[in-house]
């Protein structure tokens, strides 16, 4: 079943890449147009889909709603593949949007309401982190304060900020720890 659903996900993507339309690819971090069909943007200080997805799962996690072992089966591989385009960088905006997709079709409506009606912001992703000793970066870094440093200066500066070398200040660093710990979660529920 695992690895069928692997080549699925890997024709999936395969498929995308090579649409016809040569548009350039865009990476993760400005992924956050995706609009989903279930979940609403619209609010003040909403989070984008992809950390709503995320941070809802997790916060199902002891409901009625959890991710039962079945669904984590599948979801898991789902979010392997989105946390390696939000690491390449480089992902085309295709590519990105048929893994959320197909992470909102894995999960069942009962769970998609109850993350709609969670109302995730910012905020909110600022309490996970803390309650779970994570420190997020603020993005407040002053321009050119980086200047004349090394790669592996840089690189400590920016992990110590909670930031990855592709992040903006809508919070890679924190998009990137936050796919890390659902599949954390995920792989927990995998029998």
Known sequence: MKSTLIVLLLL???????????????????SDSYLSPNLDTSYEGALAVRNQLSLGTLELDGTPNAITPEQA???LPLWQALLSTQKS?????AEVSALLEQIESSLQSEQLVAIRGM??????????AAASGVTLGSGGG?????????????ATRQAQEGRTPNSTAGGGGAATTLLSAVIDYLDGLVP
């Open 73 to 75: 089966e599948i979801l």
């Open 89 to 93: 960088g480089t992902a085309a905006q």
């Open 12 to 30: 999936a993507l395969s498929l995308s890449a090579c649409s016809g339309e040569a548009t350039p690819a865009q990476a993760l971090n400005n």
């Open 119 to 128: 109302q995730l912001t910012q905020s909110d992703m600022q309490a996970w």
């Open 142 to 154: 002053v321009p050119g304060q980086g200047q004349g440093l090394s790669p592996e200066e840089r």
